[in-house]
């Protein structure tokens, strides 16, 4: 079955009974859920209180059905109880900052029942394995990237699919380097002057909100199946939690470019509003 996410961009008072996630929001949210002002984003914890919202008809979702939560305000409580049922059902937990964008991610510490035969498999890969992984998951990036620039531009691209092709064991030659340089210079055909980076303009805002939350969907799978996400097969970052999930993330980042490209070609410039991370969610 496909977990929910659930999204949460205003107060509201989070608790657990029979397990259900209890939602209890102030009235001024109940009318306005869709819509954050910019007063409330950036409102610094004062005003709703946990006893206020106890007052309010509400809402509940089966705990099972949640795969992610998704914390956009300050004034949004949690009870313990909760949370610990949620990490029991491997439920992702993403917090956001001041700006929006995710900043933190609490997954379970063990979900698995081999999770330590797992992680001795992990530890004990060998080099030429992990190399051997690392250019099977590059050629499906490539082949991945190819696909949305043949949707982007209603063309063929074959440097892409040779430089597929030439992917070597550990990507020695660094065709996801050459490969990308090219993508991100024809993805956006209305936006010539587009440069992709973590602190660049527009559409890099939606880019990386994206990114952010596959990578917690990563995470969550991957501590599902027993992995530990820090042993990467490339990424070694040390200050780097979460390195094997930046690895398998790579394959499926097109799918966040192409979502961003639709809603861009639609729309235009867009601010990261709440719509539009609905869409990306």
């Known amino acids: 079955m496909i977990k929910r996410t659930l999204y949460f961009g205003n107060p509201a008072y989070l608790s657990l009974k029979l397990g259900q996630l209890v939602i209890r929001l102030p009235e001024q949210s109940q009318a306005h859920v869709h819509a954050m002002s910019n007063q409330e984003s950036h ?7 946990s006893a206020e919202c106890m007052k309010k008809p509400a809402k509940t979702v089966p705990i099972e059905d949640i ?3 998704i914390l956009d305000h300050r004034q949004i409580t949690l009870t313990q109880g909760l949370m610990e049922t949620l990490i029991d059902n491997n439920c992702a937990i993403v917090t956001c900052g001041s700006n929006h964008l995710p900043v933190g991610l609490m997954l379970p510490l063990y979900c698995n029942t081999i999770q330590n035969e797992r992680f001795r498999q992990q530890l004990d890969s060998s080099l030429p394995l992990k190399k051997q992984l690392w250019q099977q998951t590059i050629q499906a ?7 949305v620039l043949r949707h ?8 892409m699919n040779v430089w597929e092709g030439q992917v070597r064991s550990g990507d020695t030659e660094n065709m996801e380097a ?6 991100w210079k024809t993805i956006f055909p209305g936006h010539p002057e587009f440069i992709r980076g973590q602190f660049e303009d527009f559409p890099n805002n939606m880019l990386n909100y994206g990114y952010a939350i596959l990578r917690a969907i990563i995470a969550r799978a991957l501590v ?6 820090t042993l990467g097969i490339h990424h070694h970052n040390r200050y ?3 390195c094997l999930a930046d690895d ?3 394959p499926y980042r097109p799918y966040i470019d192409k979502l961003v490209y639709e809603i861009v070609s639609s729309e235009g410039p867009q601010e990261l509003t709440k719509e539009v991370k609905t869409k990306l969610l």
């Open 43 to 49: 409102n610094d914890g004062e005003g709703t209180t």
């Open 67 to 69: 795969g992610m939560i």
């Open 141 to 147: 990036k490539i082949h991945n990237q190819a696909a």
């Open 152 to 159: 982007t531009t209603g063309e063929i691209h074959n440097n």
């Open 178 to 183: 050459r490969a990308a340089a090219y993508y």
């Open 224 to 229: 599902g199946s027993g992995l530990l996400p």
């Open 240 to 242: 780097n939690a979460y």
């Open 248 to 250: 398998i993330m790579e």
